[in-house]
């Protein structure tokens, strides 16, 4: 990573770009809604029916149950479609929000949204990024380039703290 790229990325402390968009069902979730109340794991992941995107959704799905027991919601956001994040979510069993970043306005504000150049084409995608979120609206927590594999027990274990801090 550069020091141009550093310069762009959200970090511990900072406040988390508020933001409204539509879940698979077409609820539309703002995050200022979820303030003074919950916790927030905000995920940027590629695409849905991935094998990274799968993976992960999944192992976020299996501790809905856990993060919840530390007053925490997960919300997964990506570049697709609101009736792709229902079919996704219907055929893995996924127990949380997928939200629509269609035209990538939020992953970008978060800059998750990055371009690279392959075969002479510029292209979008999101790098895959998590932010901890605090019951205040402030970042405790950002990664970017998250490997899916094993991440949501990591997050977890970082809530569990958060929680701990708090009392």
């Not at 794991?41 to 809905?64: C, M, Q, W």
């Not at 997928?98 to 150049?117: F, I, N, P, Q």
């Amino acid at each position: 990573m550069n020091r141009l790229e550093a310069v762009y990325m959200l970090s511990s402390g900072d406040n988390a770009p508020d933001f409204a968009l539509p879940a698979a069902n077409m609820d539309l979730i703002q995050l200022a809604d979820y303030r003074g109340r919950h916790n927030v794991v905000l995920y940027f992941f590629n695409k849905d029916h991935t094998p990274g995107g799968i993976a992960e959704a999944v192992e976020f799905s299996e501790r809905v149950d856990s993060f919840a027991e530390h007053n925490t919601v997960i919300l997964g956001v990506s570049l697709d479609e609101c009736l792709a994040h229902e079919l996704f979510r219907e055929e893995e069993g996924i127990e949380f929000e997928l939200l629509s970043d269609t035209e990538g306005e939020v992953s970008r504000r978060y800059h998750a949204l990055k371009k690279w150049e392959a075969h002479g084409m510029v292209r979008y995608g999101i790098d895959r990024s998590t932010f901890v979120i605090d019951k205040d609206g402030l970042i405790r927590h950002a990664f970017y380039h998250v490997m899916p594999k094993g991440h949501a027990a990591e997050i977890l274990s970082l809530v569990q703290s958060l929680g701990a801090a708090e009392d």
